[in-house]
């Protein structure tokens, strides 16, 4: 071997040096990408697991609600929706998560809290003609329902509902009630 180095083409030396270089940030950067890939994703299904078990706790909490009605045969006027508890505050994982199903639990908290506050309202002004326990059935039903959009979305078996034949039973009440009104 010739160890000259007046002989070596120092032009390819270079060029190897250089494209191993690269050949190395781009696979790093790859890996990089996808290790961020998946962290990202395990946060949003962390998060989505999350919201499903509050929403599904919410529902037996307006089952409860409703147990309790027909146990005490209180108004169904008179009967307060549970409050719906926080939602995990992880920036990241809020990103994370499918915009849609992000809107969606966004705008069910909304929904909740004006419905609480017209309760609220319809209870202290004494209207108890008013029907707060219809709100409460559709809470429960909407909970749930997103619920199970979280868990299919991110792969988690749908928890059945320990409320949920009595959940049916008044939707079911409700709507032959509305009925019978346009009748």
């Known amino acids: 071997m010739n160890w000259d180095l007046t002989h070596w083409n120092w032009i390819a030396i270079v060029q190897i040096f250089l494209s191993a270089g690269l050949g190395t940030a781009a696979i790093n950067g790859m890996f990089g990408g996808y290790r961020e890939y998946m962290e ?3 946060k949003a299904e962390h998060l989505a697991l999350c919201i ?3 929403l599904e706790e919410y529902g037996d909490q307006c089952a409860g609600v409703l147990v309790r009605q027909d146990i005490y045969k209180m108004s169904p006027g008179a009967l307060m929706p549970p409050n719906l508890p926080a939602y995990p505050d992880d920036p990241t994982a ?4 499918r915009k849609s199903l992000a809107e969606q639990s ?4 909304r929904e909740v809290a004006i419905r609480q506050s017209i309760s609220k309202d319809v209870i202290d002004a004494g209207f108890i003609e008013v029907r707060t ?3 409460i059935v559709s809470h429960a039903a909407a909970a749930i329902k997103l619920a199970e959009e979280l868990r299919l979305a991110y ?8 409320g949920i034949h009595l959940l ?3 939707a079911n009440e409700a709507l032959e009630r509305d009925r019978r009104v346009k009748e």
């Open 168 to 170: 049916v039973s008044r």
């Open 94 to 97: 809020w990103q994370s998560l």
């Open 133 to 135: 326990d219809d709100f």
């Open 106 to 109: 966004m705008n069910f908290r």
């Open 52 to 54: 499903a078990v509050i």
């Open 40 to 42: 990202r994703r395990r």
């Open 155 to 162: 792969g988690f078996p749908i928890r059945k509902s320990r």
